[in-house]
């Protein structure tokens, strides 16, 4: 007997259902895929955008931090060294704008100029890694790393007191009010008025001028340096409040910088004894300025000159004659000078330099500058020839420099070529080398204007004609 389909068991349709096991494993194994696609994207997405963080973070705070920017030797200046630098710089100019209000006090017309600058430096300051390197910081820190390898080289040093002393010797007059009350009693320090107040609306008010006092001893230094910084940040927080600006400087940013300031000039000090001692120093007698008096007995232009030099050189024969013979010489020369400026001053033509000008604008022939400068204080010249007649003088005064500015010029210079030869003897280096920079269009220069001298003050300084500058491009 054939055998009989069994009802209960349907045919295998499972390809056709889009629910069998078969395509729902299919598609959650697809899923599954797109999934791990979009996950490792993503990851690849956040992992790239990470690499860039994390690249701009170490370019900003690690890598462009540590680039060079000029080197001494086998001292690097890096950017992050410089940054440093140029703050010292911005806290003392604040300091220094301080002072300059002090020393300036009773002139609107110059103090204008030095207050209110705090908040436009402070704002300088936040700004400063974006800012290019200045030029004129990189060279100061050149030179002293210069200086500073000379005062090693020569066992040079100077000690944390003495640059405290330096500080308070120069600043106290200036941010102490009371500097001698402050030195016999330390304790009224904390009682003491500075030279600013807190007060927003005032800006930092100049103290009377300062009395001479000794130098503070090591002790009295400390205590007064502290109580300067004090003042000095206080004179510039008033002045960022009066524009609602909050400091990006410290008081320690202060100390910092003034101590390194004043270290750097004892060190420069002590180089400028060492080139140049005192002893064994040869100063100089000879005037820099001399002041005269004169009775001119004038030659008109034109004609034939020598023969009106030849005649009126008897007439002042006479007038020496009678000068040496004890005539006023105000006198003679308000009655007998053909020189209307210096007449109607007994003769008084002023102070004059070596190159003939004098204070009061006037130029005077080189003749006469020559003869004055040779002339002994109240000798009567012998008749001077210029251009203008003949020139009886008498020099009145003779200026000689101090012997201490000649020995503290003398040093400077000598200092200034000291560092010249180093810059030529070490490794000095700016990074990137910086390249002499050509004039695009070039400078057609008139010849110099020859000054016309006149016989008494005021003489007109001469007036150069204008440079012509080229208009066409090379």
Avoid at 27 to 43: A, D, I, N, P, S
Avoid at 93 to 112: C, D, K, Y
Avoid at 302 to 308: H, S, T, V, Y
Wanted: no cysteine; hydrophobic share 40%; net charge negative.
């Amino acid at each position: 007997m054939a055998e009989r389909s069994k009802p209960n068991q349907p045919a295998d349709r499972s390809t056709g259902n889009p629910n069998s096991p078969r395509r729902v494993a299919a598609r959650k194994l697809r899923e599954e895929r797109r999934q791990r696609t979009v996950l490792m994207v993503t990851g690849a997405t956040i992992g790239l955008a990470l690499l860039v963080v994390l690249g701009g973070l170490l370019y900003d705070q690690a890598w462009l931090p540590s680039r060079p920017v000029a080197r001494v030797d086998t001292l690097n200046l890096s950017r992050a060294d410089y940054w440093s630098e140029r703050k010292l710089a911005y806290t003392q100019q604040i300091v220094q704008n301080f002072q300059l209000l002090f020393l300036l006090a009773g002139n609107p017309q110059f103090t204008q100029q030095f207050q209110g600058q705090s908040p436009g430096i402070n704002r300088e300051i936040a700004g400063l890694r974006q800012a290019e390197p200045d030029d004129a910081v990189i060279q100061r820190w050149q030179d002293r790393q210069l200086r500073e390898l000379g005062a090693t080289a020569q066992s040079i040093t100077v000690t944390q007191d003495e640059i405290a002393q330096a500080l308070v010797n120069e600043l106290g007059p200036v941010f102490l009010p009371d500097l001698e009350a402050i030195a016999d009693d330390p304790a009224t320090a904390e009682t003491a008025t500075p030279a600013a107040t807190a007060d927003p609306a005032l800006t930092p008010t100049p103290i009377p001028s300062p009395t001479t006092r000794p130098t503070s001893t090591a002790a009295e230094a400390a205590t007064q340096l502290d109580q300067i910084i004090d003042a000095i940040f206080r004179s510039y927080e008033v002045e960022l409040a009066a524009v609602g600006d909050e400091p990006n400087l410290t008081k320690d940013d202060f100390r910092s910088a003034l101590l390194a300031q004043y270290r750097e000039q004892l060190i420069g000090d002590r180089l400028q004894e060492w080139l140049v001692p005192e002893e064994g120093f040869s100063f100089s007698d000879e005037p820099t300025r001399v002041q005269a008096r004169q009775v001119l007995v004038a030659v008109e232009p034109g004609g034939d000159q020598e023969a009106a030099f030849a005649s009126t050189r008897a007439t002042a024969d006479a007038l020496v004659a009678e000068l040496r013979g004890g005539a006023d010489f105000a006198t003679v020369a308000a009655a007998q000078s053909n020189d209307l400026g210096s007449r109607e001053q007994g003769g008084d033509i002023g102070y004059f330099d070596r190159n003939g000008q004098a204070d009061n604008g006037a130029t005077y022939p080189p003749e006469l500058v020559a003869a004055a400068f040779a002339l002994a204080e109240g000798v009567i010249s012998d008749p001077i020839r210029t251009s203008f007649g003949w020139h009886v003088i008498e020099v009145t005064a003779r200026e000689v420099t101090a012997r201490e500015v000649q020995l503290r010029e003398a040093r400077t210079e000598a200092l200034d070529t000291w560092l010249e030869e180093q810059r030529a003897r070490t490794t000095v280096a700016r990074f990137p080398e910086q390249t002499p920079t050509s004039t695009a269009l070039p400078t057609i220069e008139a010849p110099t204007a020859v000054p016309t001298f006149l016989p008494g003050p005021p003489t007109p300084l001469p007036t150069p004609e204008p440079t012509v500058s080229a208009t066409t491009t090379p």
